[in-house]
């Protein structure tokens, strides 16, 4: 079955379910065996009817490697602001790595243009960070930089102002995480970036001041009400 014959079978048997709870008792228990005949023929589950109403947008990080960890942590953030589930597929060759994010409505492609944005920023205000360090070895730069990026994400973090779905969309995002991914997600090893040097806190400090300008709202039309701040 294609996903868009699943979608169709799936919208039927949740009008169905729809009725299913209607005042009229003949009326709600023709529509529930209706909706379990539905179910019984197709093979179907209460489950895959709520995960065939998700989908998901994709961005590219543009290179098949593992993203850096602050990044990911980012798209979690994310993903909980705007009640979607993400997942990290990992590319390989000439395929580039993509996180993805996943739910109903037009909540995915908002996480994802966010996720963008804030990607963007936060990788311009590394680069700005990182010129400032030409003093030091390069395993100390590159370890004072992760811990700039760290608390930037940490800062945003404190900023999100959540709007998560409710049980029911949630239970939707889990069943079709479940659908389409099933036992290939695996946990990421690496550890973050912990500060060694006495003026380590000086990177982190950084970081929190770089994002200070940085918020996240709820979009009301489109997706130019998503992010507000100047330094966007």
Known sequence: ?????????????????ALAGSDNPAEAEA????????MKKYNLTS????????????????????MPIYLGRLSVIIAQAFGCGTVC???FVHINTAVKFFGLGLKPELAAYTYEVLRRQVGKDRAAYSATLKRYKRANR???????????????ARQVNAFAGNEQEQAAIEAYKGNRYGDRLEADPRAAAKPKQNNDWQ???????AAEDVSLHKPVQSKRGVLLGASL
């Open 1 to 17: 079955m294609s996903p868009d014959e699943l979608k169709k079978i799936a919208a039927k048997i949740g009008k169905c379910l």
């Open 89 to 91: 597929e990992l590319g």
């Open 203 to 209: 990177a982190q400090a950084a970081g929190f001041r």
């Open 31 to 38: 529509a529930r065996r209706q909706a379990e005949a539905l």
């Open 47 to 66: 489950g895959d009817v709520a995960a065939a109403e998700v989908h998901e947008e994709a961005i590219d990080t543009g290179a098949p490697y593992k």
């Open 142 to 156: 590159i370890r004072k930089a992760d811990l700039f990026c760290q608390a930037w994400v940490s800062r945003i």
